[in-house]
């Protein structure tokens, strides 16, 4: 009978059974949730012993790399700062004109405006001069990356592996061996955005000489081109829109990256800006500044995005025009007007913000609290500790009992029980599962439990090798002795992405329906996916004040996006002949939507939820700034106490869980896309 059963009902059930012995032993065999001090390898001390070897033994060549940088640095930081700021300003602006028309002018216009008004526009100019020398080291970097992939196939794997790992470790973990190796200093936030923003350029390289026309290959072969004519000469050129899509991504993540990098200051930038007016509660300051992040992520994104798309053909007058207006202020600024460094025209304004801030919160105070203590005690204690812990009187008033603890198995087997009935197997399964997990808590799972459901799941979705490789990888976790911050990762971030699926599904699913909800919700998207991940931090501190509900908010806010966006996609890409068949058959709207619809978006909406979970375990470390107790704390003491070992053992701990649900859900989605005919 057992042989009879459907894969993923055998896999769920030998979950269930491994669940119930764990829970059944754990409080008798302690080992079962903590793993034995006695077999923890010494993973970040042999980590850091060999960082820091290598570091030793590279540090003279790159010392002397970082100091010929600190050159182009300088000139850059030099020319923008030192010219008149509305020489900068017309020159910025006549290439919003050249790339995008009036529009895009009067909106880069509008932008440095702000800027130069907050009072931030020597540190932005600082920030976009590390921007000017990391983007183009990226760029080679990346293009030097995906040609090597597409020409040599024997080391596409690995390079396409390597990239996983470059976009997958957290963002402050390259600034701890960064730091041991370069020193303290802007250097480094340099050479870590360049790194971090490379990958992008490196995919879109090879994707977009992969898809070349055949044809066109072979046009250049019967005119003689050789192999290095043929890249040169024609590849490289026909897949020119693909690797500006990467240009795109590649600056927009430079500048999320060089605003990171401040965290170790060194350089007077817009993030040292938002993290020091952060850390005095001066959030009117903050915002402002924040805002100016958002305004060059804005502008940065429209003008490089602008490079792939067909420019028409906007006067050369209205440039040299604007260049001219441009010298003639700057002549009159250098007599009349105040220097850039003395404009802050919002200072009033950050002084009633936080004024109005102090009043809401004196207000208010009791209701935010509520919220916040209210969603710590029934939703996040519950996920993170278990129902037996959380459950206590000084919090709910009464304690968890076995009484309690009898009816609620009893009622989780009911409704199971009810599934199973209806023919869902696998539903009931999964739901007695989950009863058991937060019964016990994510962060007290027992370990044996957690490896085997890890491999079921990748057995499921592809087969022993994803089932040996996840087991594998959260087993170099467990020996490490990173298992209890993991396990908190896991938590914090599952609940992010469990929020945003619901909440990102329902948003997507009704602006799939109502075209006039999606123009509402199209450029919330577009702002939020603009906004770099510090920014994020700002709006949550200013009400819920540091803490992990304040953490959740920030993961939610920058994950959802991409759960919206697919939910929104595959729903509307359903094609029309399906929906007409349907139709014909008499079917309802909602039939429609559960029947057809939803099926035929199933791989796009997995998809979505693939990119959720990368943002959320991309947001952890971030997230870490202001009250957390995972992997992302870890790194980001280990950055403060220039310990490499553990920022880097800590940092491939959080690659390995982001890597493993990559795998896991690209693989569900593939079997939907297979399953589908797609």
């Not at 060999?50 to 790399?65: C, D, S």
């Amino acid at each position: 009978m057992f042989r009879s059963l459907s894969p993923a009902i055998r896999a769920a059930l030998l979950t269930l059974i491994v669940g119930m012995v764990c829970m059944l032993l754990a409080p008798y065999l302690g080992w079962l949730q903590k793993w034995p001090a006695s077999m923890t390898l010494p993973a970040t001390e042999w980590i850091g012993a060999a960082v820091t070897w290598l570091v030793e033994l590279i540090k003279p060549l790159a010392r002397w790399g970082a100091w010929l940088l600190s050159y182009p640095m300088g000139w850059a930081a030099f020319i923008l700062i030192e010219t008149p700021y509305p020489l900068v300003i017309a020159a910025i602006t006549a290439l919003g004109w050249h790339l995008g028309g009036p529009g895009m002018a009067l909106g880069v216009l509008a932008g440095l405006c702000f800027v130069l008004f907050s009072g931030y526009w020597v540190q932005g100019m600082t920030t976009l001069s590390l921007v000017m020398v990391s983007v183009p080291l990226a760029l080679f970097a990346g293009l030097v990356t995906g040609i090597v992939a597409y020409r040599m196939p024997a080391l596409r794997r690995p390079i396409q592996v390597m990239l996983d790992v470059m976009q997958t470790v957290p963002t402050f973990a390259y600034l701890t061996p960064l730091l041991l190796l370069l020193g303290f200093g802007p250097v480094v936030g340099l050479i870590a955005s360049a790194i971090y923003s490379a990958p992008p350029m490196a995919r879109n390289v090879l994707l977009g000489l992969q898809r070349v026309d055949p044809e066109i290959r072979d046009a250049a072969l019967m005119n003689g081109a050789n192999s290095w004519q043929q890249l040169i000469l024609v590849e490289l050129p026909a897949a020119s829109r693909q690797m500006l899509v990467g240009m795109n991504q590649s600056i927009m993540a430079a500048l999320s990256m060089v605003i990171i990098a401040a965290v170790i200051g060194g350089f007077d930038d817009i993030g040292w800006a938002v993290l020091l007016t952060m850390r005095k509660a001066d959030f009117g300051n903050s915002l402002i500044a924040g805002m100016v992040i958002v305004v060059f992520a804005i502008m940065i994104d429209r003008l490089s995005s602008r490079l792939a798309e067909p420019r028409g053909g906007h006067s050369r007058k209205v440039i040299w025009g604007l260049l001219g207006a441009g010298a003639v202020m700057a002549v009159l600024a250098a007599r009349w007007l105040p220097a850039a460094s003395e404009i802050d025209i919002f200072a009033p304004l950050a002084e009633r913000t936080n004024s109005a801030l102090g009043q809401f919160t004196a207000n208010h105070g009791a209701t935010l609290n509520a919220i916040r203590n209210n969603a710590m005690i029934y939703l996040l204690l519950p996920l993170r500790i278990g129902l037996d812990h959380a459950i206590v009187p000084v919090m709910w008033g009464f304690g968890w009992t076995s009484a309690m603890a009898l009816g609620y198995f009893g009622a989780a087997a009911a409704l199971a029980g009810w599934l199973a009935w209806r023919g869902q197997i696998l539903a009931a399964l999964m739901l007695l599962t989950a009863a058991g997990v937060v019964k016990l808590g994510i962060a007290h799972l027992p370990w044996p439990f957690v490896l085997f459901a890890a491999g079921a799941l990748g057995w499921v979705a592809s087969g022993w090798r994803l089932a040996l490789t996840a087991v594998t990888l959260l087993g170099l976790i467990l020996i490490m002795g990173l298992w209890e911050p993991a396990m908190l990762s896991v938590y914090l971030s599952g609940t992010a992405v469990l929020i945003c699926t619901v909440l990102g599904g329902a948003i997507g699913l009704l602006s799939a329906v109502s075209p006039a909800v999606w123009r509402v919700v199209r450029p919330v998207c577009d702002l939020l996916q603009t906004v770099p991940l510090f920014v994020f931090l700002i709006p949550v501190l200013m009400f819920f004040q540091i803490g992990e509900f304040s953490a959740l908010l920030a993961i939610c806010a920058y994950a959802i996006v991409p759960m919206i966006r697919y939910t929104h996609q595959g729903l509307s890409s359903t094609p029309e002949e399906l929906v007409e068949a349907a139709l014909a058959s008499g079917a309802n709207s909602w039939a429609i939507m559960t029947e057809v619809r939803a099926p035929y978006a199933a791989p796009t909406i997995l998809l979505g939820l693939n990119q959720t979970i990368l943002y959320a375990f991309s947001m952890l470390v971030i997230a870490a700034l202001i009250g957390t107790t995972d992997l992302g704390q870890q790194v980001y003491l280990a950055l403060g106490q220039g310990d490499v070992g553990l920022g880097v053992a800590a940092g491939a701990a959080m690659a390995m869980l982001a890597w493993v649900a990559d795998r896991l859900v690209q693989a569900f989605a593939e079997e939907k896309r297979a399953a589908l005919g797609l």
